[in-house]
């Protein structure tokens, strides 16, 4: 009860006030505002103590792995075919090599058939499917019209004799997929060993059928401008004709590939 007269007295109180006119409150010691606003504008705010929370991950810096330095795949075929002294390492530098996808994707190294000690080299394109399965070059329909063909002149892939025998090869040893073109890049990596092949088996002449070895060896293509030409390279007399595969879809054009059989046939007599 106390309390409450107290609570209406001081009520009274301020109501009279009211009544003479007070409408605000003022203290008994006068304030300066602009002094007020300065002592808020001197407080300096503390550096924080305590690191942010951050994950394990983020507080260790992570630097990224340095760059393996760039591979020059032309440079280091030069320099392993470079290195073969006879065929044998020529076979086993093309097996250590590493930098040509195809042979991530390839069952065999298709490296050459015949006689070495031939006059005629036989530079075809690449591997196909039958020459993957059984590690040789021309085996399939192909190869059986090839040795036709030679046939016809007097030469043969197996023949003991050097002058009537034939070395085949081919610019890539590992079968491109679905027997694609291979592309110039990998024309250029194996380039260097068909170039050590050339040297190491030494032919009187070079026979290069279709434009892989065309573009490989003589920079062109257009085998059906190209072929019958005699022309040079690696100086060694070379001759374009069409590949087999090519005369087994288009057999009108084996007159022409028979004509240039003759030519090499010419040849052969010329330089004996």
């Known amino acids: 009860m106390e309390h409450d007269s107290e609570f209406h007295a001081a009520l009274a109180a301020l109501a009279w006030q009211i009544d003479l006119g007070a409408d605000e409150a003022i203290g008994e010691v006068p304030v300066n505002r602009y002094e007020a606003v300065a002592a808020s504008e001197s407080v300096v705010p503390q550096p924080q103590t305590t690191a942010p929370f951050a ?48 042979k991530k994707g390839a069952r065999t190294l298709v ?52 002058e009537k025998s034939l070395y085949i090869t081919n610019v890539m ?18 380039l260097p060993f068909v170039e050590r092949h050339i040297a190491l088996v030494d032919p009187d002449v070079v ?38 595969a090519f005369l087994l879809r288009q057999p009108h054009m084996k007159r022409e590939a028979w004509a240039d059989l003759l030519e090499l046939q010419a040849k052969l007599r010329v330089t004996a």
Not at 87 to 102: I, N, T, W
Not at 175 to 183: G, I, T, V
Not at 229 to 240: D, Y
């Open 207 to 244: 026979v290069v059928m279709g434009n892989t070895p065309c573009a490989a060896l003589l920079g062109q293509r257009g085998i059906t401008r190209l072929r019958g030409k005699w022309t040079q390279a690696l100086g060694k007399p070379v001759l374009p004709m069409f590949h087999p």
């Open 111 to 162: 490296f050459a058939d015949g006689n070495p000690r031939a006059r005629v080299l036989v530079l075809g394109e690449a591997p196909g499917r039958d020459e993957d399965m059984q590690g040789k070059p021309f085996v399939g329909r192909a190869g059986q019209l090839l040795d036709r063909m030679f046939a016809a002149i007097g030469l043969s892939r197996t023949a003991p004799d050097a």
């Open 173 to 190: 040893v590992w079968r491109p997929p679905q027997n694609r073109d291979p592309s110039p890049e990998e024309i250029a990596m194996m």
């Open 55 to 102: 994950p394990p991950a983020a507080r260790r810096a992570v630097e990224p792995p340095p760059e393996a330095p760039a591979v020059d795949a032309v440079a280091e075929a030069r320099h392993v075919a470079a290195a073969a002294r006879d065929l044998d390492g020529l076979r086993e530098a093309l097996a250590a090599y590493e930098h040509c996808e195809l």
